[in-house]
């Protein structure tokens, strides 16, 4: 069955230190990847999407995600987190042919000032 | 331009009770889900419209679960009777498409927190 694996459920990290989030799929199709963002008490958005062309995709507040399709990885970067940034953070995929969104289980990340 | 609207915010009943969930679209965009999100895990899909019609109702529990989506718009949840394992956030989310390319990234709402006791 296709999934989204995310690998760390919990990170702590000071500000200023570099971010990097796991996300893993298994789908061998064409996919669309995505990473949303639920800062406390808000609505999940969008923080960034890849759907074709350059794999390396730049989002918003300095977040970038890289798609490797070799290794089915689409992981979440972010050189220097601010207090800020802390939130959840979900990888999802929309599967071609079936058009089906999965989401991962999500990574909580606190960061401390 | 308004955001995805849910109502109501809050709800708590007893098993067995029935419930329903309301959700208005980004006005434009065709494509509606309903996901289901029990704490600590993610978002899970329970049915995606396009329009008015179906396109994926494979993890809707359709025994007790049911949904509607009039005139390719609004759309209302139902759970009926509801068990203790349906409390959870029912997330109601929009996209101007359902399909690969630009123009499918979601809109959630806030969401409505159902508490099952």
């Known amino acids: 069955a296709q999934s989204v694996s995310q690998h760390n459920h919990h990170v702590i990290l000071s500000e200023a230190a570099s971010l990097e989030l796991g996300c893993n799929y298994s789908?061998?199709?064409?996919?669309?990847l995505f990473w949303y963002v639920q800062y406390p008490g808000q609505h999940l958005q969008l923080l960034l999407k890849?759907?074709?062309?350059?794999?390396l995709v730049k989002g918003i507040k300095g977040f970038e995600a890289e798609f490797i399709k070799s290794k089915f990885s689409f992981n979440l970067r972010k050189p220097s987190v601010q207090w800020s940034d802390t939130a959840e953070y979900f990888c999802?995929?929309?599967?071609?042919?079936?058009?089906?969104?999965?989401f991962g289980t999500g990574t909580r990340l606190k960061v401390l000032a | 331009e308004a955001g995805v609207a849910q109502s109501p915010r809050y709800k708590i009943i007893e098993k067995r009770q029935s419930v329903a969930f309301w959700c208005n679209p980004i006005?434009?965009?065709?494509?509606l889900y309903w996901y289901q999100q029990i704490l600590g895990q993610g978002p899970k899909l329970l049915i995606q419209?396009?329009?008015?019609?179906?396109?994926?109702d494979s993890q809707l529990p359709k025994d007790r679960f049911s949904a509607e989506r009039l005139k390719g718009v609004d759309s209302t949840l139902k759970i009926q009777p509801a068990k203790l394992e349906d409390s959870a956030v029912y997330l109601c989310?929009?996209?101007?498409?359902?399909?690969?390319?630009?123009?499918?990234?979601?809109?959630f709402g806030p969401g409505t927190r159902l508490t099952v006791l």
């Open positions: 989310a929009s996209s101007f498409l359902g399909t690969s390319g630009t123009g499918n990234e979601q809109f």
């Open positions: 789908y061998g199709g064409t996919v669309n």
């Open positions: 890849y759907f074709s062309g350059d794999p």
């Open positions: 999802a995929v929309l599967t071609s042919g079936t058009y089906k969104y999965i």
């Open positions: 006005s434009g965009h065709a494509t």
């Open positions: 419209f396009q329009n008015n019609g179906v396109v994926d």
